[in-house]
């Protein structure tokens, strides 16, 4: 958990190693609404976070069935606890979409950069 803290940005959004230069973008691996999103359900890092996260849930839920099966209050909480976990993300996510959605239906679409850009920093 507190490796967690260390790390301001995920790898799978960019994460800069030390010594490089600081990015010019605010998420170096998705500099453009495609990459996060390209609606065709198999690309863009959107998806890869929404399996990956699903994986992971999956894969604690068994853990801590192993560890907790025996009592019953026990498993409930930290079953919540997981459950709550994977709700940010899912939120971020949605914020995403729709505030970028949002963005291009209001100022056209020839702004689409700047849309992105401006979802992006507010992360």
């Not at 853990?63 to 019953?72: D, H, K």
């Not at 026990?74 to 970028?100: E, V």
Request: proline fraction near 5%; hydrophobic fraction near 45%; aromatic fraction near 10%.
């Amino acid at each position: 958990m507190a490796a967690s803290f260390i790390v301001e940005l995920p790898a799978v959004f960019g994460q800069v190693s030390k010594g490089s230069a600081e990015p010019v973008h605010p998420l170096p691996a998705v500099k453009t609404y495609k990459d996060w999103n390209a609606h065709d359900g198999i690309q863009g890092t959107k998806k890869w976070v929404d399996n990956a996260l699903e994986m992971k849930i999956r894969g604690l839920h068994s853990s801590l069935l192993g560890s907790f099966g025996e009592n019953p209050r026990a498993f409930s909480l930290a079953t919540a606890c997981l459950q709550a976990s994977g709700i940010f993300p899912s939120q971020m996510s949605y914020f995403i979409d729709a505030f970028y959605s949002e963005l291009i239906k209001s100022s056209g679409a020839s702004a689409e950069e700047e849309a992105w850009l401006l979802t992006v920093s507010l992360i």
